[in-house]
């Protein structure tokens, strides 16, 4: 297998992901799950998700779609699309899986991958955390982890936008 072969391989349906979680879940590897749009992916994002992965064997992103990215973010987002968000993310070694998910929040997902560890930003308190019932009803770990100042997407596009203008 190419290595980018390997990178699409890391790209999962639902009812892959779910085969997949079921042979993780059996071998006993601690599943860590964190959700985003990531759609200009920076130095917070990857300091983000290095921690995340530490929480366990397995590293599951939940990806908005296009749709979903506009739901939430509004018409001019995102900047890349989902197929662009998804090869990016599945090219990080530390990450085993990504999966697309239509609806504003991850909750469906998260009832099908049944994480042992829920991974948000701190600027969430972990009972506020979509699928905070579903995690802790199973046994498992809802964590926040500190984000990194100055990084996000918007701020990224502003200092873009403000090149522009100049």
């Known amino acids: 297998m190419n290595k980018l072969d390997i990178v699409k391989s890391r790209i999962f349906s639902w009812e892959g992901i779910q085969k997949q979680c079921n042979v993780w879940h ?8 964190t959700n985003g749009c ?7 994002h990857i300091e983000y998700l290095a921690k995340a ?6 590293l ?14 509004g018409e ?9 968000r998804s090869m990016v993310l599945a090219s990080l070694r530390f990450l085993d899986a ?3 998910f ?17 991974v948000k930003g701190q600027d969430y308190t972990p009972e506020e955390i979509v699928g905070y019932d579903i995690v802790s009803a199973n046994g498992g770990k809802v964590i926040t982890i500190e984000l990194t100042n100055g990084y996000s997407t918007t701020s990224v596009e502003d200092r873009i936008l403000a090149l522009h203008k100049k």
């Open 76 to 84: 001019t987002r995102p900047i890349n699309d989902e197929k662009s």
């Open 26 to 33: 059996y071998l006993g590897q601690k599943i860590v799950f």
């Open 53 to 58: 992965a530490e929480y366990g064997k397995v």
């Open 102 to 118: 239509d609806q504003e929040t991850p909750y469906e997902l998260i009832q099908l991958i049944k994480p042992d560890i829920l």
């Open 60 to 73: 599951i992103i939940g990806l908005n779609s296009d749709s979903s990215v506009r739901k939430i973010k």
């Open 98 to 100: 990504v999966v697309l």
């Open 38 to 44: 990531f759609d200009i992916l920076h130095l917070g």
